[in-house]
């Protein structure tokens, strides 16, 4: 059991990290941070933290475990500020969706005490963010993938997947980089033709109209349209890269159905139609055959 949990980010993620922390006994009491000073006294008045603290530092000092649930682009400072904090035997981690950018954060910020740092991507989420939508189910037969380097201290990245496990998830290791590809795919490209779909569909002079015509189609298509601007900014140009990349091969598939539709070539549009259908069917989640 950890003595203390320093939660830094009070939000949807952090909060449901900590109910669920708290349920599974592993933990005695939870000091919470977030940028709102509200969001620090509503996630108090919910139960999901024991005390606030004014700033990052504060939250991190004494804690035993340490969980950033922040925006990406905060990261790096916030690794600046608890760094005295951190002890030879305190278990830092995230959440975040990019872990490249996160490592390398943690690299220049954390110094001689990176080792203590364990990145995480927990596979889960919802498309509203917020305490009052802390979920202690959250992680439950969840995927949560890990992206230790040769610096991570080997009892942290054991008491990493330990906790994780303990909480019901499936832990995954792999790198930064083959975490960061994977997910501009299957992930971050998903929610950009999402975003995308939305603004097209409203700069119409007729897309309300078209929207109050809407079934369960576009209401599965588009969920992830909902999702907390602030942090998609702050994970689509974390990962432009592999994104952009992503983007283009996309654009060439969608370039191919246009042409065949334009063309008239209905043998041709069923086959490619059929391909992604037959993928879609066959696609079964979880699957660990991630690269290293």
Known sequence: MFEQLGL???GLMGSSFALALKRAGLVR???GYSKSSGTTERARSMGVIDA????ASMAALGSDIVLLA???SATEATFEAIR???GAATLVMDVG???RDVVEAACRAL???VGAFVACHPITGKEVSGVEHA???LYQGKQVILTPIETTLHAQLQQATDIWTALGCQVIQMSPQAHDAAYAAVSHLPHLIAFAFMNGIKSQARGQDFMALAGPGFRDFTRIAASNPEVWRDILLANREELLAQSKIFQQCLLALEAQISGGTAEALESGIRQASETRATWRVPSHNFPK
């Open 29 to 31: 009491r939870v000091v």
């Open 111 to 113: 110094q001689d005490q």
């Open 97 to 99: 969706s990019t872990k």
């Open 84 to 86: 005295p904090c951190i």
């Open 135 to 137: 979920d202690v189910n």
């Open 70 to 72: 922040i925006p990406v």
């Open 8 to 10: 830094i980010g009070c």
């Open 52 to 55: 606030g603290a004014s700033t």
